[in-house]
């Protein structure tokens, strides 16, 4: 790898110029982050719930489900670009899609590890919000819950589900699958 990939500030050009890798990477500002491959829990999770909403984005037509590793770019100008964990787009937006997803997914579900959890709930969150994602899904594999925040109106709503209790989405209005069904 060259340094202009290692030091200093990357633009958004130079960060796609970069060999593909199936680590995990994100673009913050012009720096790149590398942080270690998640655990194989996390990606269990992943999985788990990436093959529900997939079915389920897929028995009623409304978009495509993609997992990790993706690029999303928030803000190709500031050099903002997340990898989250799972990416929800209905279809009237799969025009963001050219190679890369370029704005904001419907929904972003991020799976709380000990090491990011506190920036998932914080920092990622704030971005999210202010480029324009409608729903955030936290989901907590030491509490077997999930957080579902609303970020579509002027104040944050947040609503957490645990055990048998249905979830509840304004973005997947028909999704009824438990909590208990993604830790299963």
């Known amino acids: 790898m060259s340094d202009r990939y290692t030091g200093g ?6 960060y796609f110029d970069r060999p593909a890798t199936l680590r995990p990477n ?11 491959a998640p655990r194989y829990g996390h990606q269990i999770v992943v999985t788990h719930l990436g093959a529900l909403l997939d079915r389920h984005v897929r ?5 495509e489900v993609c997992v990790s590793p993706v690029d999303v770019v928030l803000d190709a ?15 009237g937006h799969k025009r963001l899609v050219d190679g890369r997803l370029w704005g904001a997914p419907d929904l972003v579900v991020e799976v709380l590890s000990p090491g990011t959890a506190q920036r998932d709930r914080t ?6 919000r202010e ?7 936290l989901v907590d594999p030491q509490s077997a819950s999930v957080e579902v925040v609303d970020l579509t109106g002027r104040r944050t709503r947040r609503h957490t589900f645990a055990g048998r209790s249905r979830m509840r989405s304004t973005v997947l209005p028909e999704w009824t699958a ?6 299963e």
């Not at 480029?131 to 899904?137: A, D, I, Q």
């Not at 438990?178 to 830790?183: D, K, M």
């Open 77 to 91: 100008v500031k050099a903002l670009v997340l990898q989250p964990d799972i990416v929800f787009l209905t279809a």
């Open 9 to 14: 500030r990357v633009s958004v050009v130079d």
């Open 26 to 36: 994100e673009l913050v500002y012009g720096v790149v982050r590398e942080p270690p």
């Open 131 to 137: 480029h324009g994602v409608r729903e955030y899904w």
């Open 59 to 63: 028995d009623h037509d409304l978009g």
């Open 123 to 128: 920092t990622k969150l704030r971005w999210y």
């Open 178 to 183: 438990t909590t208990a069904e993604i830790f």
